[in-house]
């Protein structure tokens, strides 16, 4: 069983891969991000993201938790897989990268109480962990193409492009990805977008 883990483990980290660096070669040609709404669940699109992430934490004794406001709809439209992979390369950072202790993944109002946002909702995805940390001076380059913190560089492996597709994935989608992070205290990763909330289908009639 654990070969079996490990071999889907390594899978899953080379289908990450592929997709990043593929993500980043359109980006190098300038072409444009491909983003293809649909309708979605948001519960749906979270348990199954976490069903993914959490035998991996497990495994290293981490404590894999999610929440979403009740107050935010659960059908929207927007790209429920460019909003997964963002969310795969987040959690699986903070995996990465917490030697013990939590990884949380909250989904948020984004917007002001009261506010009108005409139809559509402000979400954030807050992926917290309490692991390693980055230093101030880093924060920001870690959002660059093949960069990695010289302290964890060669020690964690990783291609160094997961947060700058996430980010230009993010941005593709009108949204954007902030960091706020202590060394030893762990890191806070917000991934905030606005989608429109999908219409219930009207029934036929009869």
Do not use: W
Request: charged content about 15%; hydrophobic content about 40%.
């Amino acid at each position: 069983r654990k070969l079996v883990d490990t071999l889907g483990h390594s899978s899953d980290d080379l289908l990450s891969l592929l997709d990043n660096t593929l993500d980043y070669s359109r980006n190098e040609q300038h072409s444009s991000t491909a983003i293809h709404p649909q309708d979605f669940s948001l519960s749906l699109l979270v348990a199954n993201l976490m069903q993914l992430v959490s035998a991996r934490a497990a495994e290293k004794g981490l404590i894999a938790s999610a929440q979403i406001d009740p107050a935010l709809p659960d059908l929207l439209c927007g790209d429920a897989n460019r909003i997964r992979q963002i969310l795969t390369n987040l959690l699986g950072n903070a995996i990465k990268f917490t030697p013990g202790g939590i990884v949380k993944l909250l989904v948020e109002h984004g917007g002001e109480p009261g506010s009108d946002h005409h139809g559509r909702v402000p979400l954030c995805f807050v992926v917290i962990d309490s692991g390693i940390g980055i230093a101030s001076e880093l924060q920001e380059r870690i959002f660059l193409p093949f960069h990695q913190a010289p302290d964890v560089q060669g020690h964690y492996g990783g291609s160094g492009l997961g947060l700058n597709i996430s980010r230009e994935l993010a941005r593709a989608m009108g949204g954007d990805i902030t960091v706020s992070s202590q060394p030893g205290r762990g890191s806070t990763f917000r991934f905030s977008l606005v989608l429109p909330a999908s219409q219930p289908a009207r029934p036929a009639a009869g």
